[in-house]
C-alpha cells in the first residue's frame, strides 16, 4: 500500500511539474510577465494550462484566465503593456512585433476586462489592432483602454462589450455599424438584439480601478517615449536576423551543391567502375572464347591429322595386298 501511494505521488509530481512547465513548441513571444498576483492560469494551444511568474513569456496563441484576486500584468514585445483584471477569459488570438507592417495584435476577450497601453503596432498598425469580443470588433488609433465584457446571466451590468478610453481614441464594430470613442468615454454593443454600438452617457461604475491603477496610467507616456526606438531595435534586430537566415540559407544552398557535386562524382566513379568491370569482363571472355576457339580448332586439327594417318595406313596396306597378290601371279 506504501508503495502505490509513493507511486501515485510520483505521477502526480510529475504532471503537475508539467502543467507549469512553458510550451515546448511556442509560437510568436507576444509579451513577458510584469507582475502576478492571486489565482492566475495561461494555457496553451494544447489546452496545457501553467502557473506564471514574473519574467515568464506569453506566447502566441495562448490563453490567460484570472480568477477573484488574479491580475495578470505584461511587457509586449512592441514595447505596449497589458493589465489583465480579476476574473478574466482571454486569449492573445495573433501576435507578431518585427517592427514592419506585418506587425498585428489580435486579443479574444470572453469575459472579463483588461486595460491596454498600445505600442508600435496601435501607433503604426493600427488597422492590425483588435480585440475581439462575442458581439463586437473593438480597434484603435494609438490609444490607452480598456475592453471588457459582460457575459449573458451576469448581475453586474447589461450583457455586452464595453470600451473605455483613457487616451487616444478607439471604435467599437458590429456589422450593424460603428461608433468612435474618445478619451472619458464609453461605448457599448449589446449581446441581445441587434447589436448595434452606442456611445453611453457616462462611464459605468463596473469599470473599478485595482491597486495599480496610477502606476498603470502613468505607463502611457513611458510606453510612447520608449517605442520608437524600440521598433527601430527590433527592425535592426530583424535585418540581422534575416540577414543570418539569408547566410544560413546561402551556406545550405552551397553545402547541398557541394553534396550533389559530391553525389554526381561518385556516381561519374561507380559508373567508370562499372563500365571497367563490363569491359575486363568482355575482355575475359573474348579471352575465354579465344582460348576455347584455339583448342576446339587444335583438337579438330589433330583429329584431321590422326584420320589422315589412318586413311594413309589403310591405303598402304591396300597397295602392299595389290603387290604381293601381282607378284605371285609373275611367277607362274
Same mark, same amino acid.
Given at each position: 500500500?506504501?508503495?502505490?501511494?509513493?507511486?501515485?505521488?510520483?505521477?502526480?509530481?510529475?504532471?503537475?511539474?508539467?502543467?507549469?512547465?512553458?510550451?515546448?513548441?511556442?509560437?510568436?513571444?507576444?509579451?513577458?510577465?510584469?507582475?502576478?498576483?492571486?489565482?492566475?492560469?495561461?494555457?496553451?494551444?494544447?489546452?496545457?494550462?501553467?502557473?506564471?511568474?514574473?519574467? @515568464?513569456? !506569453?506566447?502566441?496563441?495562448?490563453?490567460? +484566465?484570472? *480568477?477573484? @484576486?488574479? $491580475?495578470?500584468?505584461?511587457?509586449?514585445?512592441?514595447?505596449?503593456?497589458?493589465?489583465?483584471?480579476?476574473?478574466?477569459?482571454?486569449? !492573445?488570438?495573433?501576435?507578431?512585433?518585427?517592427?514592419?507592417?506585418?506587425? %498585428?495584435?489580435?486579443?479574444?476577450?470572453?469575459?472579463?476586462?483588461?486595460?491596454?497601453?498600445? *505600442?508600435?503596432?496601435?501607433?503604426?498598425?493600427?488597422?492590425?489592432?483588435?480585440?475581439?469580443?462575442?458581439?463586437?470588433?473593438?480597434?484603435?488609433?494609438?490609444?490607452?483602454?480598456?475592453?471588457?465584457? !459582460?457575459?449573458?446571466?451576469?448581475?453586474?451590468?447589461?450583457?455586452?462589450?464595453?470600451?473605455?478610453?483613457?487616451?487616444?481614441?478607439?471604435?467599437?464594430?458590429?456589422?450593424?455599424?460603428?461608433?468612435?470613442?474618445?478619451?472619458?468615454?464609453?461605448?457599448?454593443?449589446?449581446?441581445?438584439?441587434?447589436?448595434?454600438?452606442?456611445?453611453?452617457?457616462?462611464?459605468?461604475?463596473?469599470?473599478?480601478?485595482?491597486?495599480?491603477?496610477?502606476?498603470?496610467?502613468?505607463?502611457?507616456?513611458? +510606453?510612447?517615449?520608449?517605442?520608437?526606438?524600440?521598433?527601430?531595435?527590433?527592425?535592426?534586430?530583424?535585418?540581422?536576423?534575416?540577414?543570418?537566415? $539569408?547566410?544560413?540559407?546561402?551556406?545550405?544552398?552551397?553545402?547541398?551543391? $557541394?553534396?550533389?557535386?559530391?553525389?554526381?562524382?561518385?556516381?561519374?566513379?561507380?559508373?567508370?567502375?562499372?563500365? %571497367?568491370?563490363?569491359?575486363?569482363?568482355?575482355?575475359?571472355?573474348?579471352?575465354?572464347?579465344?582460348?576455347?576457339?584455339?583448342? @576446339?580448332?587444335?583438337?579438330?586439327?589433330?583429329?584431321?591429322?590422326?584420320?589422315?594417318? $589412318? &586413311?594413309?595406313?589403310?591405303?598402304?596396306?591396300?597397295?602392299?595386298?595389290?603387290?604381293?597378290? *601381282?607378284?605371285? &601371279?609373275?611367277?607362274?
Amino acid at each position: 500500500m506504501r508503495r502505490l501511494l509513493l507511486a501515485c505521488s510520483l505521477v502526480l509530481a510529475c504532471l503537475g511539474a508539467q502543467a507549469q512547465s512553458p510550451p515546448a513548441a511556442a509560437a510568436n513571444l507576444a509579451g513577458k510577465v510584469e507582475l502576478v498576483e492571486g489565482e492566475v492560469t495561461v494555457s496553451d494551444k494544447s489546452k496545457r494550462t501553467r502557473r506564471v511568474a514574473v519574467g @515568464d513569456s !506569453i506566447f502566441e496563441g495562448e490563453g490567460i +484566465v484570472t *480568477g477573484r @484576486d488574479g $491580475e495578470l500584468h505584461l511587457n509586449m514585445e512592441d514595447g505596449g503593456f497589458i493589465a489583465v483584471r480579476p476574473n478574466t477569459r482571454m486569449s !492573445i488570438a495573433a501576435y507578431r512585433a518585427e517592427g514592419d507592417s506585418e506587425d %498585428k495584435g489580435i486579443f479574444s476577450l470572453l469575459q472579463g476586462t483588461f486595460r491596454s497601453v498600445t *505600442g508600435w503596432i496601435g501607433k503604426y498598425n493600427p488597422r492590425s489592432y483588435q480585440v475581439r469580443t462575442p458581439t463586437a470588433t473593438i480597434g484603435v488609433r494609438g490609444t490607452d483602454h480598456e475592453p471588457l465584457v !459582460i457575459p449573458q446571466g451576469s448581475t453586474e451590468g447589461e450583457p455586452g462589450s464595453y470600451d473605455k478610453v483613457n487616451v487616444g481614441g478607439s471604435y467599437i464594430q458590429t456589422r450593424h455599424g460603428s461608433i468612435d470613442v474618445k478619451p472619458n468615454q464609453a461605448g457599448f454593443a449589446p449581446w441581445k438584439g441587434r447589436p448595434v454600438p452606442r456611445l453611453l452617457p457616462q462611464v459605468p461604475a463596473f469599470f473599478k480601478a485595482t491597486r495599480y491603477e496610477k502606476a498603470i496610467a502613468a505607463r502611457h507616456d513611458v +510606453v510612447h517615449k520608449a517605442i520608437d526606438q524600440r521598433r527601430i531595435e527590433r527592425q535592426k534586430g530583424s535585418l540581422e536576423k534575416k540577414g543570418q537566415l $539569408e547566410k544560413q540559407k546561402i551556406e545550405r544552398q552551397k553545402a547541398l551543391q $557541394e553534396r550533389r557535386r559530391d553525389q554526381d562524382a561518385q556516381r561519374r566513379e561507380q559508373g567508370e567502375e562499372r563500365r %571497367k568491370q563490363w569491359q575486363d569482363k568482355q575482355q575475359k571472355r573474348q579471352q575465354e572464347r579465344g582460348l576455347q576457339e584455339r583448342e @576446339d580448332r587444335e583438337k579438330r586439327q589433330k583429329e584431321n591429322g590422326e584420320r589422315r594417318q $589412318e &586413311r594413309e595406313a589403310r591405303g598402304s596396306e591396300r597397295n602392299q595386298g595389290q603387290g604381293a597378290r *601381282g607378284g605371285g &601371279r609373275g611367277r607362274d
